[in-house]
């Protein structure tokens, strides 16, 4: 499975973004997505997770109410959405997708497989 990530930009607090998450090869193995994002010094941050078949969806506290993690049912599980609004200075970060076989709603990193190249969103105050 491949992940594309794009949709990253400079955009003023407040503003609002959002991200995709395009997954191609056997996607009909990927069972959940997650974003997660990392600022330079520090480790991957858990940001939100979707749980394909249901729906399931769980955030970070720092982004409940603002953020919202979707995907594009009609289109076979290949696109994955971050909408971000509300947007802080301190959402700067690169984000990153990712997804696995198992259907389970985790924050950890390294529970999962598969993860897209990041895309940069500068929130500038």
């Known amino acids: 499975v491949q992940l594309q990530a794009s949709g990253g930009g400079v955009v003023q607090a407040g503003g609002s973004l959002r991200l995709s998450c395009v997954a191609s090869?056997?996607?009909?193995?990927?069972?959940?997505f997650a974003w997660f994002r990392q600022t330079p010094g520090k480790e991957r941050e858990f940001v939100a997770a979707?749980?394909?078949?249901?729906?399931?969806?769980?955030?970070t506290d720092s982004v409940k109410g603002r953020f919202t993690i979707s995907r594009d049912t009609a289109n076979a599980k290949n696109t994955v959405y971050l909408q971000m609004n509300s947007l802080k200075p301190e959402d700067t970060a690169v984000y990153f997708c990712?997804?696995?076989?198992?259907?389970?709603?985790?924050?950890?990193?390294?529970?999962?497989?598969?993860w897209g190249q990041g895309t940069q969103v500068t929130v500038s105050s």
């Open positions: 990712a997804a696995d076989a198992q259907a389970i709603l985790s924050k950890l990193p390294s529970f999962y497989d598969y």
């Open positions: 979707n749980r394909w078949i249901s729906g399931a969806t769980i955030y």
């Open positions: 090869g056997r996607t009909a193995s990927v069972l959940s």
